[in-house]
């Protein structure tokens, strides 16, 4: 039997394991992998995007988020001046990209920095207090529970023989 390496659908993905969902993301096939980019997971509740977006600066790149969809686009600003270097090789590309990534509804963006070539977007998962656990008493007064029975008349207790 084959192992299924999972890692290109948890890609673009934060903050929700629904596999449907994880299909339908990887289906849209990114074969671009430009910019790279890491999410790191920071505490059961926080997460990270870091973006290498080396040659870029704060001006040209744009952080949006609308409809549980993160899209950091960079436009590369145009040079009026013609460039006189000559490159014997260009590893840097400084091309203009967009980048999305789905995420869950509890996610919120917390904020955006940029430092030594580097975008770090922090974001937050905020579980609502009607999705955390909550504990149930077990009570021992089984007349509570009677009471709360409907006042139909063929609807009565059992009673032990």
């Given at each position: 039997?084959?192992a299924?390496?999972l890692?290109?659908?948890?890609?673009?993905?934060?903050?929700f394991e629904?596999i449907?969902?994880l299909?339908?993301?990887?289906?849209?096939?990114?074969?671009?992998?430009?910019?790279?980019?890491?999410i790191?997971?920071?505490?059961?509740?926080?997460?990270?995007?870091?973006?290498?977006v080396?040659?870029?600066?704060?001006?040209?790149?744009?952080?949006?988020?609308?409809?549980?969809v993160?899209?950091?686009?960079g436009?590369a600003?145009?040079?009026?001046?013609?460039?006189?270097?000559?490159y014997?090789?260009r590893?840097?590309a400084?091309r203009?990209?967009?980048?999305?990534f789905?995420?869950?509804?509890?996610?919120k963006?917390?904020?955006?920095?940029?430092?030594?070539?580097?975008?770090?977007?922090e974001?937050d998962?905020i579980?609502p207090?009607?999705?955390?656990?909550?504990?149930?008493?077990i009570?021992?007064?089984?007349?509570?529970?009677?009471?709360n029975?409907?006042?139909?008349s063929?609807?009565?207790?059992?009673?032990?023989?």
């Amino acid at each position: 039997m084959r192992a299924f390496d999972l890692t290109p659908f948890l890609r673009s993905s934060v903050g929700f394991e629904n596999i449907n969902r994880l299909v339908d993301i990887a289906s849209r096939g990114e074969s671009e992998a430009f910019p790279p980019y890491n999410i790191e997971k920071l505490s059961e509740n926080r997460y990270c995007i870091s973006m290498a977006v080396a040659g870029f600066s704060k001006d040209e790149l744009d952080v949006t988020v609308q409809d549980n969809v993160l899209t950091i686009t960079g436009q590369a600003a145009e040079n009026t001046v013609k460039e006189t270097r000559e490159y014997l090789h260009r590893g840097i590309a400084k091309r203009s990209f967009e980048r999305r990534f789905q995420l869950a509804d509890t996610i919120k963006i917390v904020g955006a920095d940029y430092e030594n070539g580097l975008l770090n977007i922090e974001l937050d998962r905020i579980v609502p207090d009607q999705k955390k656990p909550r504990k149930i008493e077990i009570g021992g007064d089984s007349s509570k529970i009677e009471k709360n029975l409907p006042d139909d008349s063929t609807v009565s207790p059992v009673k032990a023989a």
